[in-house]
């Protein structure tokens, strides 16, 4: 499975950015979906994630209230919206999947997402 995450950028502090995974040849509604940043000498962090169904959601404490995860059955597409970024938000962000991980705190690791990952892409927070 080939996931593809865009939409980075550079964004102004306090600013906004929607990021969107997409995939090619395979439906995102038959797995939970999840988005992981890493930025420099840091490990890979888990940001978001969201079920088959979009019922459950999930997100780590540092993006809780800020970040909305999402997905559109229509055009299979998972969004992950960041407001109020800040520069501690600069990394590299991207999407996973796995048809098996329960999305939630336990869930949202890297080892989890066995199906497949993106190539990432680069969010910058700077003034």
């Known amino acids: 499975v080939q996931l593809q995450a865009s939409g980075g950028g550079l964004v102004q502090p306090g600013g906004s950015l929607r990021l969107s995974c997409t995939a090619s040849?395979?439906?995102?509604?038959?797995?939970?979906i999840a988005w992981f940043r890493q930025a420099p000498e840091k490990e890979r962090e888990g940001v978001s994630c969201i079920d088959r169904t979009g019922d459950r959601t999930f997100y780590g404490d540092s993006v809780r209230g800020r970040f909305t995860i999402s997905r559109d059955s229509a055009t299979n597409t998972v969004y992950l919206q960041m407001n109020s970024l800040t520069p501690e938000d600069t990394a590299v962000y991207y999407c996973a999947s796995d048809q098996f991980t329960l999305c939630g705190r336990a869930g949202l690791v890297p080892y989890g997402f066995l199906g497949g990952w993106g190539q990432g892409t680069q969010v910058t927070v700077s003034s």
């Open positions: 040849g395979f439906s995102l509604g038959s797995s939970t």
